[in-house]
C-alpha cells in the first residue's frame, strides 16, 4: 500500500505541473502582450519536448535502476519550477516549461515500468489503474488549483508550491520507495525489437488515437460551450471539467477489470463508451452536453488504464523504452488532437469535431483487432481468464 500511494503521488506530481498553466493562459497573454495562442506555448511546448526526450531517451530507461531515475527525475522538476517563481521573461517562463518536459519522461515512463515489475502480474491491470488514476487527478488538480492561488496570490506563487511539492516526492520516492529488484537488464537490441513487434505498433497507434480524440473533444469544448444554444460564462465552462473525476473513478476500476476479462477487451469497451459520449454531445443541450463529456472521460480513462498494462505485458524484456515510446505516439496524438480539428472548426464547427474524433476511435478499434493481437510473447498476461486476448504468438513472434 505505501508503495502505491509513493507511486500514486509521483505520478500526480508530473500532471499537476504539466497542466496548471492552461488557466493561467489569459493571465500570461495580459502580462506580457501576447496572444492566447502564443501564451498556450507554455504547455505545448512543455508537451512537444515531453514527447522528444521520451525519445531520445527510451533506449537507456532499460539500462538504469528504476528508483535512481525517478527520484533524481523529481528532484530536477524542482529547478524549473523554483526559477519559475523569479522570472518576469516569457522567454525564460517558455525555456523553464520546456526544462519540465525533458525530465517528466524520467518519472512517467519509469513509474510504469516499476509497478509493473514490483508487483504481482495478476495484480498488474489494477496497479496501473491506479496510476493513471493519478495522472487525472494530477491533470484535474494542476487545473483547479492554479487559477485561484494566482488570483489571490500570483501566478509566480503557482510554481513555487508545485516546487515544494515536487521536493517533496523527490525525498518520499527516495526514503519509501523500495529499490526495483525484479528489472531486466537489455540491449540496444532489445530496443529496436519494439519496432519489429506489432502487437507494441498496434497499441501505441491506439495510444495515439484515444489522446487525439479526447485532447481534441476538450480543447475545442469551450468553442462550442460558449457559442448558441448554450452561451455559457468563462466560469460556466471551466465547471465542465470537473467531468475529468469520471475518469479518476473508472481508471482503477479498468484495471481491475481489464486482469479479469483482458486487456484488449477492456480496451475496446473503453473506446466504444467514448465514442458513445462524443455522439451524445450531438443532442444540443446542458445535459447533453455534461453527460458527453463525463461518458468520454469514462471510456478514455479506462481504456488508457488497459492500453497501459498492456504495453507492460508484451514487452517484457524492454518495458521502460517501450512505455516511452508508448508516451511519444500519446502526446504526438494529443498534439495533433489540439490543432488538426481546429482546421475543420470554420466550416463544419462542432459536427466536423465530432466526426474526426469518432473516425479516430474507429481507427484505435481497427488497431486493437488488426495488430494489437498479433505476434505478442504473452497474450493478455494480465488477464485471468484469458478472455479478451488476441491470437497467440505465431511462427517467428518476437519475444520481448
Known amino acids: 500500500m505505501a508503495r502505491m500511494l509513493v507511486i500514486f503521488l509521483a505520478a500526480m506530481n508530473v500532471f ?10 489569459p493571465m500570461f497573454a495580459e502580462q506580457f502582450g501576447i496572444s492566447i495562442s502564443t501564451a498556450s506555448l507554455t504547455v505545448s511546448l ?13 533506449p537507456f530507461f532499460d539500462r538504469w535502476e528504476r528508483k535512481n531515475v525517478i527520484w533524481i527525475s523529481s528532484l530536477l522538476l524542482v529547478i524549473p519550477s523554483v526559477m519559475l517563481t523569479v522570472t518576469d521573461s516569457f522567454a525564460w517562463i517558455l525555456f523553464w516549461r520546456v526544462m519540465h518536459g525533458l525530465c517528466i519522461p524520467g518519472v512517467t515512463a519509469m513509474l510504469v515500468a516499476y509497478a509493473s515489475e514490483e508487483f504481482p502480474e495478476r ?9 493513471v488514476s493519478a495522472t487525472v487527478a494530477g491533470g484535474l488538480a494542476g487545473r483547479v488549483m492554479a487559477g485561484p492561488i494566482a488570483e489571490h496570490l500570483s501566478w ?4 513555487g508550491i508545485i516546487a515544494a511539492y515536487s ?3 523527490c525525498l518520499l520516492v527516495r526514503w519509501q520507495l523500495p529499490v526495483s529488484r525484479a528489472r531486466k537488464r537489455t540491449d540496444r537490441n532489445g530496443f529496436r525489437e519494439l519496432f519489429h513487434n506489432r502487437a507494441l505498433i498496434g497499441t501505441f497507434l491506439i495510444g495515439f488515437s484515444q489522446f487525439f480524440a479526447f485532447i481534441g473533444f476538450f480543447t475545442y469544448l469551450p468553442f462550442y460551450a460558449a457559442g448558441e444554444p448554450f452561451r455559457l460564462s468563462v466560469t460556466q465552462i471551466s465547471f465542465l471539467y470537473v467531468s475529468y473525476i469520471f475518469g479518476i473513478l473508472s481508471a482503477p476500476m479498468a484495471g481491475y477489470l481489464s486482469d479479469r476479462i483482458g486487456r484488449r477487451s477492456t480496451m ?10 462524443i ?45 516511452s515510446l508508448y ?13 488538426l480539428p481546429g482546421l475543420l472548426w470554420s466550416r463544419f464547427a462542432w459536427h466536423g469535431l465530432v466526426s474526426l474524433t469518432v473516425l479516430t476511435i474507429v481507427f484505435a478499434l481497427i488497431s486493437n483487432y488488426v495488430l494489437a493481437g498479433a505476434g505478442q510473447a504473452r497474450a493478455e498476461a494480465g488477464s485471468g481468464s484469458g478472455a479478451g486476448a488476441g491470437p497467440g504468438p505465431g511462427p517467428g513472434a518476437l519475444k520481448l
Open 327 to 339: 508516451l511519444v505516439f500519446f502526446y504526438v496524438g494529443g498534439s495533433l488532437g489540439a490543432y
Open 16 to 25: 499537476i505541473l504539466l497542466y496548471a498553466p492552461q488557466p493561467l493562459l
Open 156 to 159: 509566480h506563487a503557482v510554481f
Open 167 to 169: 521536493l517533496f516526492v
Open 279 to 323: 455522439l451524445l454531445t450531438l443532442w444540443p443541450t446542458l445535459p447533453g452536453l455534461l453527460t458527453g463529456a463525463s461518458v468520454l472521460a469514462l471510456g478514455n480513462f479506462a481504456s488508457q488504464s488497459a492500453t497501459t498494462a498492456y504495453v507492460a505485458d508484451i514487452a517484457t524484456r524492454a518495458r521502460g523504452a517501450a512505455s
Open 123 to 131: 495484480q498488474r491491470g489494477r496497479v496501473l489503474g491506479m496510476y
Open 268 to 277: 475496446a469497451m473503453g473506446h466504444l463508451i467514448g465514442a458513445a459520449g
Open 46 to 58: 512543455t508537451i512537444i519536448a515531453l514527447a522528444a526526450a521520451s525519445f531520445v531517451l527510451a
